[in-house]
T-cell receptor, first 110, second 111 residues
Framework: KQEVTQIPAALSVPEGENLVLNCSFT??????LQWFRQDPGKGLTSLLL?????REQTSGRLNASLDKSSGRSTLYIAASQPGDSATYLC?????????FGAGTTVTVRA | EADIYQTPRYLVIGTGKKITLECSQT?????MYWYQQDPGMELHLIHY???????EKGDLSSESTVSRIRTEHFPLTLESARPSHTSQYLC??????????FGSGTRLTVV
């Protein structure tokens, strides 16, 4: 059974600082890895999708890397802003089913 | 932009009532999923479908049932709601092994 772990569970930084969120998974036979953002009481917004054959994906201030062999992914958010405050979820796809980590709750202080 | 729609957004209902949570997608995705998420907790898969007339139970046991009569529609039904069913229910869809798209969720409160 796939297990996904996200560290740290919570993070508080001053505005402008870079964020580093970590994700690890136990079964490396994944099809892809997806990073989501969730605001309180809301649904999930997809941020980045990395296929198993890829090493990284970038979108604006966001960059995600994937090391499938070691079962790790890292999400970098450059020059954080208060609007980046949310919970960030890592999810890996095996056999069409997505397994989620518990998330990292980020607070960016103005 | 194609989307996935969930209704209602919020629902407060009495114990013993039958409810149906609606989920529809306009992207022609063959696979659809229901996840349950308690406040501050992880998402857990409760039902999934790989196509019309195909439904399976997920990793987390649930008293709810689902149906998939049309590709775009994947409703979830609780025959007799209980306070223990209070949670957020998130619907998602995907095509093959590409990324998932989630709806905005239904926040259910059973009193």
């Amino acid at each position: 059974k796939q297990e996904v772990t996200q560290i740290p569970a919570a993070l508080s930084v001053p505005e402008g600082e870079n964020l580093v969120l970590n994700c690890s998974f136990t079964d490396s036979a994944i099809y892809n890895l997806q990073w989501f953002r969730q605001d309180p009481g809301k649904g999930l917004t997809s941020l980045l999708l990395i296929q198993s054959s890829q090493r990284e994906q970038t979108s604006g201030r966001l960059n995600a890397s994937l090391d499938k062999s070691s079962g790790r992914s890292t999400l970098y958010i450059a020059a954080s802003q208060p609007g980046d405050s949310a919970t960030y979820l890592c999810a890996v796809l095996n056999d069409y089913k997505l397994s989620f980590g518990a998330g990292t709750t980020v607070t960016v202080r103005a | 932009e194609a989307d996935i729609y969930q209704t209602p957004r919020y629902l407060v209902i009495g114990t013993g009532k039958k409810i149906t949570l609606e989920c529809s997608q306009t992207m022609g995705h063959d696979k659809m999923y229901w996840y349950q998420q308690d406040p501050g907790m992880e998402l857990h898969l409760i039902h999934y479908s790989y196509g019309v007339n195909s439904t399976e139970k997920g990793d987390l046991s649930s008293e709810s049932t689902v149906s998939r009569i049309r590709t775009e529609h994947f409703p979830l039904t609780l025959e007799s709601a209980r306070p223990s069913h209070t949670s957020q229910y998130l619907c998602a869809s995907s095509w093959d092994n590409y990324g998932y798209t989630f709806g905005s969720g239904t926040r259910l409160t059973v009193v």
